[in-house]
C-alpha cells in the first residue's frame, strides 16, 4: 500500500469511499461528546439512581463535565446523561444571560423566564430501598 496513489473519480462521499481497505471508523463510548438521537437504545432504558458514594468519584467529574460541554457546544439549556450516553438520573441545566437576551422582555416574563445558574442535579441511591 506504500505509495500507492488513490485517485477518487468523483463519486467518493467520504474517506471511507475513497480508501475503503484502509478505514477504521473510529469507536466512541460514552459519556459522548455528542447527544444521542431518537432511536438510540439509551433513551429506551430505565435510568438508575446514583450510588450516593460515586457522587464526588473522578468518573461521575467526567460525566458532570462532559455534560456541560455537550450542552454548551450544542447550546442547550439542559441535558440528561442518558442523552450523552449514560443511563443515570442526572441533569444539567443553565439559563444564562445571553440566552435569555435572545427574547424579547415580553416574551420573558409571559413565559417567566428568568435566569438559572449552572445546576447539577441527581437522583442519589443511598444503598436501601428502591431506587
Not at 4 to 25: A, T
Not at 52 to 70: D, G
Request: positive net charge; charged residues 20%; proline residues 8%.
Amino acid at each position: 500500500m506504500e505509495g500507492r496513489l488513490y485517485i477518487c473519480s468523483g463519486k467518493c462521499k467520504s474517506l471511507k469511499d475513497f480508501m475503503p481497505k484502509i478505514w477504521v471508523p473510529k469507536t466512541v463510548e460514552p459519556p459522548y461528546k455528542h447527544i444521542t438521537q431518537i432511536g438510540d437504545p439509551i433513551l429506551r432504558q430505565k435510568a438508575g439512581s446514583v450510588p450516593v458514594e460515586e457522587v464526588s468519584s473522578p468518573a461521575m467529574k467526567f460525566l458532570f463535565e462532559r455534560m456541560i460541554s455537550a450542552m454548551k457546544s450544542f447550546k442547550l439549556v439542559g441535558v440528561a446523561a442518558p442523552q450523552v450516553g449514560i443511563p443515570l438520573r442526572v441533569i444539567a441545566m443553565e439559563f444564562p444571560k445571553a440566552v435569555l437576551e435572545n427574547y424579547t422582555n415580553e416574551v420573558a416574563k409571559t413565559r417567566n423566564m428568568q435566569l438559572l445558574p449552572l445546576q447539577l442535579c441527581m437522583k442519589l441511591n443511598f444503598g436501601f430501598g428502591n431506587s
